[in-house]
């Protein structure tokens, strides 16, 4: 169930709840039901707290894994240039082609540090504006119970001047 279907059932589960006598802005209600629905909401929060940190942690692998494969191509261009080093002519062309993979490397390893990086901030961005999104939710429903209980109030205080 989602947070927003627990609200909903919050609420109505305020709006179906009987008056106190005397005390028209009190409700009384099921507490063991509200307890349940706010369990539901602290077991919801917690997934979307776990979407964050898996997205961190893959986050942190994508960048592990770049960094790996830059190492291991510098490695094998470095091997490579330690092979052709027998003879002047074919060491000037290994060094040459040494720095071309190294660059390539080195550019292939940033490219994949920027996406890793664009890719991460989109998700958080996501999670930020569900998150957003979620708290004008919870606003607009608190803002519904006090607007519910401030027309009660004042239809109680009418109704006890009338008795006047």
């Known amino acids: 169930m989602s947070i927003d279907e627990i609200l909903e059932e919050m609420d109505e589960l305020l709006d179906k709840a009987s008056s106190m006598p005397f005390v028209a802005h009190k409700k009384v209600i099921d507490g063991e039901r509200m307890r349940?629905?706010?369990?539901?909401?602290?077991?919801?929060?917690?997934?979307?707290?776990?979407?964050?940190?898996?997205?961190?942690?893959?986050?942190?692998?994508?960048?592990?894994?770049a960094k790996l494969n830059a190492e291991g191509i510098i490695r094998k261009a470095e091997e490579r240039a330690a092979q052709l080093v027998s003879r002047e002519a074919i060491m000037a062309e290994a060094k040459k082609k040494a720095v071309d993979m190294l660059t390539k490397a080195q550019t292939a390893?940033?490219?994949?540090?920027?996406?890793?990086?664009?890719?991460?901030?989109?998700?958080?961005?996501?999670?930020?504006?569900?998150?957003?999104?979620?708290?004008?939710?919870?606003?607009?429903?608190?803002?519904?119970l006090s607007s519910t209980l401030s027309s009660s109030k004042i239809k109680n205080d009418a109704d006890r001047i009338n008795v006047l």
Do not use: G, W
């Not at 539901?40 to 893959?58: T, Y």
């Not at 540090?113 to 664009?118: H, K, M, P, S, T």
């Open 109 to 144: 390893a940033k490219n994949l540090q920027q996406n890793a990086a664009v890719s991460v901030a989109k998700m958080l961005n996501d999670t930020e504006n569900h998150y957003s999104r979620n708290l004008q939710n919870i606003k607009m429903v608190k803002q519904k």
């Open 36 to 65: 349940e629905l706010i369990n539901d909401v602290r077991l919801n929060l917690p997934h979307e707290l776990k979407e964050a940190k898996k997205i961190e942690f893959d986050c942190q692998r994508i960048l592990n894994e």
